[in-house]
C-alpha cells in the first residue's frame, strides 16, 4: 500500500487559498468608489447682488481608464448661509449625459462660495467656485424695474371739466379723445411669447440681464406700469393716474395700454341751482347778457359746454357787475375712468445705476 505525499496534499490546500485571495484583492479594487470630476461654469468672478445667473454643472467620474458621465443627483450650497445667503433652483439636480442646470440669485453681499457634491456608491466628487457680489448691487433686486415716459391719448367718455378764469368759466377737455402725458415706473413680467423666444435663442438670463444685440426686450416684452398723467390743457395740470401693461416695439420704446383715472373739476349742485335761478330770473327782465344761455341745458348739465363763459358774478343789464352769485364751491373734483393708448421710453434702473 502507497503512502501519501504530503506535499501533494498541502499544494491542494494553498491552491484554494490563492484564488480566493485573488478573487478578494479583485472586487476591493473595483469597489473603490473612483473620484469624479466636476465643474461649474456660468458664474462671473464678480456677480450682481440680486442678479440671476443659469450656472452649468458638467460631473464626469472615472474607473480605471474608462471615463463614465455621472448619472446620479447632486446638491448645490452656497456659504456663508446668512439669511438667505442665496436662492438656488433646484437645491438638488439630476444629471443627464453628466449635464445639469440651476439658477442661482445671490442675496447677500460679500464672498460667496458655490459648492457642488455628488455622491454615489459607484461615483463620488465635489467642488467648490467663489465669487464677490459688489455691495453697489443694492439696485440690482429691482433689475427688472424702469421708469417709464410715455405719451398717448386718453379716451374717456363727455364728461364737462371747467375752469374759473376772470370770474368766468371755460371749458376744457371738451371731446373724447385728449392728449397726455404719463410719467411713473414699470415691471418687466416674467411672460413671453414662446415662437420669439425660441427663435432669439432667449435664456431665463434675459430676464434680468442685458444682452449686447439688444435683442433682450423680446425675450421678455411685457412690463406693468403705473404712472401719473398729467394733461397740459386740463383744469388740473397733473390730473390723474393710469396703470395697466406694455409690449416691446424696441428696445427703448414701448406700447402701452391702460386704464387711466382723471379728475374734472364739474359744476356743483349749488353753484348749479344758483345759475338757474339767475338765467331765469334775467331772461324774464330782458337782459341780454344771459340770453345766450340755453336754460334747459343749464337744468340738465349733460353736455361738456352747458356752463361755457358763464360769469360767477352778476351782471347788470347796463354792463355793471354786481355780487357772486353762489359763495360756495363753484366746481368739485369727480374721477372719471378712460382708456389711454400711448408709447413709452423705458430707462433700467439697473443701467442707470451702474451707468451702462
Known sequence: MNSANPNQFESKRIWPCVVLTIVLVCKLG????????????????SATLGATYTVKITA???KKTVDNTVTSSATITVTPATTPAAIITPTSVKFAAGVATAVVQFMAAGPQTLSVATADPILSGSTQTTVSTTTAGALAGCASCYASLGAGSLLVGKYPDYNVSSNILEATHVGISTPSYAVGVAYK????EPWVYKKLSCTTDDFSTKRSDGQVAFCYPYKAFVSLKFTPDASQTFNGYTFGISHALHQYLDLMVGLAYSAHNEISPGFQQAAVSVVKAQQAAGNPYYSQFNLASLEANNTQTAFDGFPTQLLNANGTTGPLIYNGSITISHYRPGLFLGISIPLSFKSSASGQ
Open 30 to 45: 473595483w469597489s473603490q468608489s473612483p473620484a469624479t470630476s466636476i465643474t461649474v461654469t456660468g458664474l462671473p468672478t
Open 60 to 62: 464626469v467620474g472615472a
Open 189 to 192: 413680467l416674467p411672460f413671453r
